[in-house]
């Protein structure tokens, strides 16, 4: 059982930057791939980034070159950081962590836990 806790979001201004991390229980983090989805109001959740056990990137095109995933295995922690942000990045973010051994994946069938989500609001 991996349980996640997000933090970093709030209000930012277009073109802007926020850092979100989300930190996670137990002794096994570096065995799970990491992903960060995110649901606009009205809007199903999409993929927005993933990193896989050994370090491997992935992004959405709507973010690839603003944001960077990464991880920090001795910390627990898997982190995104967001620059020149634009409205339509607001939404709530969640991470998700996969089963043991897992790869990282787009799809939200690929991930087994979640985060309760941090909100990020870019408007002016």
């Known amino acids: 059982q991996v349980q996640l806790v997000e933090a970093g979001g709030g209000l930012v201004q277009p073109g802007g930057s926020l850092r979100l991390s989300c930190a996670a229980s137990g002794r096994t983090f570096s065995r799970y791939a990491m992903g960060w989805f995110r649901q606009a109001p009205g809007k199903e959740r999409e993929f927005v980034a993933a990193i896989s056990r050994s370090g491997f990137v992935y992004y959405a095109d709507s973010v690839k070159g603003r944001f960077t995933i990464s991880r920090d295995n001795t910390k627990n922690t898997v982190f995104l950081q967001m620059r020149s942000l634009k409205p339509e990045d607001t939404a709530a973010y969640y991470c998700?962590?996969?089963?043991?051994?897992?790869?990282?994946?787009?799809?939200?069938?690929?991930?087994?836990?979640w985060g309760q989500g941090t909100q990020v609001t870019v408007s002016s």
């Open positions: 998700a962590a996969s089963t043991p051994g897992g790869a990282a994946a787009r799809e939200e069938g690929g991930y087994d836990y």
